[in-house]
């Protein structure tokens, strides 16, 4: 390479490092730095937004555009910034599942074929085409790297011309020299800055194209659903960890892989070639036994960092479950006085946790003891003794420095070595640097293995989550023929790696034992459901505790599908089948969100509602103090906290109310809710022709409803279908009528009874105390 085969001596030469700091310091003003500021947005227009503007925009968040795409709206400086989104195609979705094949339960995370196979499946996420801004992120962040390498070179090389000028006492070459050294100070200095700069956009942008992947394939609408059945069918379980913290780690941990490997790698390269040079064919050979040494050293005392790494990773997603449970779950553990217990299972994980973590440290002791006595002092001996070679042997051989001729004076031929040693002394420390840096990144490729493998299996997992099977539609009825209703049970296909055993249990993989084949349950819940429900007839479902009405719900609402036998429905949404839970969802947003749920405001705005509309709502429901108690209708608030049971659940209703759907199904949706209030509820819901399919308990509401569907709950999955006022019905209420009278006859025998089984308690306390 004769560009770093000569010192800087002649203007020519000079010019190089020139051309390099004018490169760099042009780079920083040129258009293609806008690539590091790829999250600029483009303003609404050059005025600022009007008060009105900034209202709306905070309540719409985004817009619908006619394309499919949405325009995310972000009221900011005064001004209202747009920023396009485009969704992902299910034709995208479909030609990815052939890449992310289900991981084997007996596959632990290590470097080999599959971890590779693995990582080109995600890099294909995150570099889609070769004209994303990821990879312009990408090729900008390798010129810096190129650019520090080049300029590290001629610093070896000035560092020796320096010392040599010392040497030689040229006062001038050491003036001309040093301005040279602070010149090249500006595009090094500006280079290691914009180095760590790149490596953090191109982490986030990363981060960024996998989050919007995954979100699109996890929030997936019916028949889908896999943000709901994932960790039911797909046995992945704590999703929060994979879609936070491992995707971040795993973001990190490759952009900072490709600096810790490329720039070393490029160093390497270089200054082998420069040492090669100056070293000669000796001096090579034992440069790449040194290499090949290093290499089986540290190759067999590297700890398997992949696997201690996806370990750590499971441990980490169960301790930020169980803080997250305690934050969801905080009344009911209040109410129980369940504080001491939750901080027990919580301790207990945070302990397995840090006994794991612990255990790695106590591993990397011996690793890195080890890796830098070879890298350091075996690395530092070994250049010691190489570039001692041109002193020792006679014929030497620089490149860039001229042998001596006999008119030379002694002096110069010490400056010449001088200067060949301090340049090669600088070539192989930097070399040293570039290979202990090289050896350091084998163990961040094997932590980033354990990452990609948890990416690979959540990844995995959503995609082979199969379409629940449609139904048959009718928007006039419900019905199910022959239908067979079971719990689905996880796929055992599907499902993380299980992880099992501690540090000092070796890390060994579960086998899935506790998955079960095939997706339903072994006993069904309810056996040949034969029920029909036209538009204006209502039903009611009772039963028993854990006999299968919450079931039926979950197949009408498409969460669920029939082991046998069909259903048919109308369409599941605001107009169609509307679910009603027991537990009130309240989202994040303004009170008028929590009515319109799940519609957007654009939803709102464009179907012509407005405000008044929605206090009718709220008087109906008896909610219609909310808006002035809690300060408007744009109020914020963390609603679930703010609103009591039973209006969480009269909100609940109020969503009813506001979609009008042919159907509802009301699970238990008024349980906490007081019988008048109830009642004028369920009068409302009839008169606005919604037709009910209510489940409960409470026989104050057989009344509105014209049939009523009883669970029996037995082995055989037995139901009984009864018309409400009828002679049967009333049949029935009679029965039990006589059943409590005869009850209630035997009260004066039971009183007796107690008061002789009291006498007699008390005779055995007596005898007791006396003896």
Known sequence: MPLFSKPLESKQQLRIPLLIAASVILLARSRLAALVNVSRVNPLGPDKATEKDLKNAR???????????????????????????????????KRDAASFMPVPKSHKPNVDKLFMKQLVAILRIVFPSLTSKEVGLLLLHTFFLVTRTVLSV???????????????????????????????????SYTNSMLRHLQSKLSLRLRTRLTRYTHDLYLSAAPNLKYYRIAREGGLEGIDQYLTSDIAAFCE???????????????????????????????????????????????????????????????????RTGVGRIGRESEEIAFYGGGGREQHILWNAYLRLVK??????????????????????????????????????????????????????????????????ISSRRLLLSLADAGGRLMYAYKDILELAGLTTRIYTMLSTLHHLQPLPEFERDENKIEFQQAVIGIPKRDARLGETALVGNAEEGFDFGDGSDAVEGPHSERPLVRDLNIRVERGEHLMISGPNGVGKTAIARVLAGLWAVEEGKVVRPDRGFTGVFVVPQRAYMVTGSLLDQI????????????????????????????????????????????????????KQRMGMARLFYHKPKFAVLDECTSAVSTDVEGSMYQHAKDLGITLITISHRPTLTKYHTRL?????????????????????????????????????EVETWEKRVKELEILLGAGGAKSTKS
Do not use: C
């Not at 009221?75 to 485009?86: A, C, D, E, S, Y």
């Not at 003891?369 to 570039?387: F, H, N, P, R």
């Open 154 to 188: 001629y610093v070896a090389h000035l560092d020796g011309r320096l010392v040599r000028d010392i040497v030689s006492a040229d006062g001038k070459g050491f003036l001309r020299g040093l301005g040279w050294w602070f010149a090249l100070a500006v595009p090094s």
């Open 709 to 745: 569907l009883t669970i029996v709950g037995d082995a055989a999955g037995s139901w009984n279908l009864t018309m409400v006022g009828t002679a049967e019905e009333r049949m029935g209420l009679d029965r039990e009528i006589l059943m409590l009278e005869s009850k209630l006859a």
């Open 253 to 319: 941990s490759l952009s900072t892989l490709y600096g810790n490997v490329m720039k070393p790698s490029l160093d390497m390269f270089i200054f082998t070639i420069q040492l090669t040079r100056k070293l000669g064919a000796m001096g090579s050979v034992l440069l790449t036994l040194n290499y090949m040494a290093t290499a089986s050293i540290l190759r067999a005392v590297t700890p398997a960092f992949g696997r201690l790494a996806a370990v750590e990773a499971r441990l980490e997603g169960e301790y």
């Open 356 to 421: 794991h973590i612990n255990s790695i440290y106590k591993i990397r002791v011996a690793y890195e003891w080890t890796e830098d006595y070879v890298i350091k002092y075996m690395w530092s001996a070994a250049g010691y003794a190489l570039i001692s070679i041109p002193v020792w042997i006679a014929t030497k051989r620089s490149v860039g420095i001229q042998a001596p001729t006999p008119s030379d004076k002694p002096e110069n031929a010490v400056a010449d070595r001088t200067e060949n040693y």
């Open 59 to 93: 309540q719409q968040l985004y817009q619908d555009e006619k394309d499919g795409s949405k325009t995310l709206l972000l009221p900011f400086g005064g001004r209202v910034n747009k920023i396009p989104i485009q969704p992902i195609p299910d034709e995208v979705f």
């Open 596 to 647: 319109i749920y799940p519609h957007s405001y654009a939803q709102f705005k464009k179907s012509g509602k407005t405000e008044h509309d929605l206090i009718d709502i709220l008087k109906a429901v008896h909610l219609a103090y909310l808006p002035s108690r809690e300060g408007g209708w744009e109020t914020v608030k963390e609603w679930k906290d703010v609103l009591s049971g039973g209006e």
